[in-house]
């Protein structure tokens, strides 16, 4: 028995009957907008079985069980992150065990310094491109991909775009632009952390055509390609860099600036949600 088929199973034993529709990835600083689902159960990440916790400030370690509007969701509140010391396999568990569990949309949400200068601290981004920056990332079932991702493990940067699912990236566009904004759409470039980009490393990644910068993300998002589950992600700006006049971020501020953006994409969610799964 597989991982994330044990993880599963004990989710479904203390969840009878519930079948999530839409899993969703609440990244750093984003973990309260689970207040808005109407719960069913949750439980500790370190309860779930071969689950991996989170140690950062910001990621509370909840599996939510509920319902978001009238979809039926389960949400991740915080995520573990590679720098801390976790595999890949570990760190995707969770969002297999979703898989298993019967979703058919993934939703991630993350935290992300912006490189673009177009953009603005509290933005919220649609990521319609991945560089994988992320070394031993790779896709064992899908050879296409394989060749994608070791290439860019391999020090030449490709953008990756079959993961992020037209479709739902023009829902969010409409969705948004119903509650009276717009999203602008990027390059998420993933690195592996834990530090922050130097003025250097900005300067380059910006040439290499990258529009923010993080730390998360591409694991889940190739694990649900992988699986054929379509995927929507959002980046929350929380600084832009400006490498000629350098100023200095810490994990306070990125968390400040994420909270300020869930008025703005919590809403955006549930709109999705009552539109496409009522």
């Known amino acids: 028995m597989t991982a994330e088929r044990d993880a599963a199973d004990w989710i479904r034993s203390h969840a009878p009957g519930f079948t999530p529709r839409v899993g969703i990835i609440l990244g750093s600083g984003l973990g309260a907008a689970a207040q808005s689902i109407a719960q069913v159960s949750s439980f500790r990440y370190q309860d779930i079985p071969g689950f991996p916790r989170s140690y950062v400030s910001g990621h509370a370690g909840q599996l939510i069980l509920g319902h978001l509007q009238s ?40 935290a992300s310094g912006g490189i673009n200068l177009r953009f603005r601290s509290g933005q919220t981004v649609l990521i319609d491109h991945h560089l994988n920056w992320m070394n031993g990332i790779r896709s064992p079932r899908n050879p296409a991909l394989v060749a994608v991702e070791a290439r860019s493990v391999m020090g030449v940067p490709v953008r990756t775009s079959c993961i992020y699912d037209p479709l739902w990236l023009g829902r969010a566009e409409k969705a948004a632009i119903e509650l ?38 591409v694991p889940e ?58």
Do not use: C
């Open 221 to 278: 998002t190739i694990v649900a390609s992988q699986h054929g589950i379509p995927t929507l992600a959002f980046s929350v700006i929380t600084n832009v860099a400006r490498p000629d006049a350098p100023t200095r971020t810490d994990h306070h501020e990125v968390l400040e600036w994420s909270q300020i953006a869930q008025s703005q994409l919590v809403p955006l969610i549930e709109r999705l949600m009552v539109q496409y799964f009522s």
């Open 71 to 110: 979809a039926p969701v389960i949400a991740m509140q915080g995520r573990a992150h590679l720098y801390e010391g976790w595999s890949v396999e570990q760190a995707t568990l969770p969002v297999r065990t979703m898989i298993e569990l019967g979703i058919s949309l993934l939703i991630v949400s993350n």
């Open 180 to 217: 009276g904004f717009s999203l602008s759409r990027g390059t998420y470039l993933a690195t592996l952390g834990p530090n922050y980009e130097t003025r250097a490393e900005y300067r380059a990644f910006a040439r290499m055509g990258a529009d923010m910068v993080g730390m998360s993300t």
